[in-house]
């Protein structure tokens, strides 16, 4: 078994694990960790792709990948903390 086969088993390990907690949750805080980890597993496909292949392209996508990533992390994780004060705000001023 190559090094890529390894990488490629381990990703798709990955991916099946993050995929349902994603879908699972039970919280936000788990689905932007999930988001996190699929990011990853894609970006370690690539390298592995980059390593079956002998071609440098698929690095390029990796880092391409990992900006996506990281961008989508924080403005996931953005989003439900003003969607968490807004909510804290409504029921603060419920109350008497």
């Known amino acids: 078994m190559t090094a890529a086969m390894v990488i490629v ?3 798709l390990l990955a991916l099946g694990l993050a995929l ?22 894609t970006i370690a ?12 392209l698929f690095l390029d996508i990796g880092v391409g990948l990992a900006v996506v990533g990281f961008v989508a992390t924080i403005v996931w994780a953005r989003f439900v903390d003003a969607w968490a004060r807004s909510d804290e705000s409504s029921t603060a001023s419920e109350e008497p």
């Open 9 to 11: 088993y381990g990703a």
């Open 45 to 56: 496909l690539s390298a592995a792709a980059a390593l079956a292949t002998g071609r440098t």
């Open 20 to 41: 349902v907690r994603l879908v699972r949750g039970p919280g936000q805080a788990n689905r932007i960790v999930a988001l996190d980890v699929m990011f990853s597993a």
